[in-house]
């Protein structure tokens, strides 16, 4: 089964609607970002969520520290970094961290192994000059396929939405998808429409 995560909640209705469709994750952005919200928002979401729903705090080139500060007074229970920060950085976060890879080409896949043992999973997005994210982009997912050989977790981003959501499970078979703003209206506020039709259209995958 893959697993679903919509990524940029910005507000309650957004992370109570996802979490009623059958989303597995949220993700909460505190990288500089439209779709940023502060620790305080995040607490007020996150305290507003049933069990058995990940939380997943997105960070960029940001201290230990302050990862850990956030994750704590939020309650996050996963990371998920997306900038330069080398194996032994994510290795001090283990078990709860995945590391994001932004690709351009097949020279891009070339220092995914050096974080093999030191984060629980790789997610793949788009490269896009000056963004760490974000693109509503695809990349060429035959790199994540090349990705899955490296033995960890693969999740696919970048683009994602309903129109193209069959053909990137059908072609890569990831671990989970990573959605944000595919699904959205404006940035930060998610189209209820179309977050439905993405999870349908995901779970019929599978069936």
Known sequence: MVRIK??????????????????DALGFIFAP??????????????????????????????????????ADFCG????QLHGDEPPNFCAALMPHVIKGFRLNDSSSLSHITDYRGKI??????TYQKGLQGGTGK???????IRAKSMGMPIIISGGLRPSNIYSAIATVQPYAIDVNSGIEESPGVKNPFLMKSLMEKTRQIET
């Open 6 to 23: 919509i990524c940029g909640i910005t507000n309650q209705y957004d992370a109570s609607l996802a979490v009623e469709l059958g989303a």
């Open 33 to 70: 970002s439209p779709r940023k919200v502060t620790p305080q928002q995040a607490r007020h979401i996150i305290e507003g969520l049933p069990p058995f729903v990940q939380t997943v705090g997105v960070f960029v080139d940001e201290s230990l520290s302050r990862i850990r500060d956030i």
């Open 76 to 79: 996050l229970e996963m990371i």
């Open 120 to 125: 629980r999973a790789v997610l793949l997005d």
């Open 138 to 144: 695809t990349f060429d997912w035959n790199l994540a």
